[in-house]
């Protein structure tokens, strides 16, 4: 069964570092998003992208964020300056459109020290 | 008002029992219905999907979706001990993004 991949799977960073969390969607899927979870808390929603470009953003994806897919396949979230409470759980996330039922990936875990 | 309210739990059921999972949510417009299954520290599996009121059936799982009092439930019969895990429900409207739940942590005991 076709599936969102995600890795790493675990990354520790310093505060201040950069960090590109990857995803590989599923292949026919059109629709992609980043999703994250702090640990305890909810599944909260960052970012939707469609036709390579950013269709919905929430208030915490802010400047420090960015979204790319660089190739036909890979869909990245970059973290510029990390901070502490970025420590989270990310997951990656595609459907096939709007609508459409979303698959998650097995998340990339992030601890900034 | 939360946007979506989902009693955390945690639900402990002796193996073979009904399990009873509701969420309410405030957002009208809310078009399609989720509901997701997470172990812990994995990503969200997809267990049932709805879009319009009524019930959706598949093997032990029942999902209840009520517009009209913006109630959704979801039913998990002859509950098995794999079945312990967390449920999130997760509304999504035609901006296409999910607003989940907090998660019911639910524990079948053998």
């Known amino acids: 069964e076709p599936e969102v991949t995600q890795t790493p799977s675990h990354q520790v960073t310093q505060m201040g570092q950069e960090v590109i969390l990857r995803c590989v969607p599923i292949?026919?899927?059109?629709?992609f998003y980043w999703y994250r979870q702090i640990l305890g808390q909810k599944v909260e929603f960052l970012v939707s992208f469609y036709n390579n470009e950013i269709s919905e953003k929430s208030e915490i994806f802010d400047d420090q964020f960015s979204v790319e897919r660089p190739d036909g396949s890979n869909f990245t979230l970059k973290i510029r300056s990390t901070k502490l409470e970025d420590s989270a759980m990310y997951f990656c996330?595609?459907?096939?459109?709007?609508?459409?039922?979303?698959?998650f990936g097995e998340g990339s875990w992030l601890t900034v020290v | 008002q939360k946007e979506v309210e989902q009693d955390p739990g945690p639900l402990s059921v002796p193996e073979g029992a009904i399990v009873s999972l509701n969420c309410t949510y405030s957002?009208?417009?809310?078009?399609?219905f989720m509901w997701y299954r997470q172990y812990s520290r994995k990503g969200p599996e997809l267990l049932m999907y709805?879009?319009?009121?009524g019930n959706k059936e598949d093997g032990r799982f029942t999902a209840q979706v009520d517009k009209s009092s913006k109630y959704i439930s979801l039913f998990i019969r002859d509950s098995q001990p794999s079945d312990s895990a967390t449920y999130l429900c997760?509304?999504?409207?035609?901006?296409?993004?999910?607003?989940f739940g907090a998660g019911t942590t639910v524990t079948v005991r053998a």
């Open positions: 997760a509304p999504e409207g035609n901006d296409y993004k999910l607003s």
């Open positions: 292949s026919n899927h059109l629709y």
């Open positions: 996330a595609s459907s096939t459109g709007g609508g459409n039922t979303i698959y």
């Open positions: 709805t879009y319009s009121s």
């Open positions: 957002n009208s417009a809310f078009q399609y």
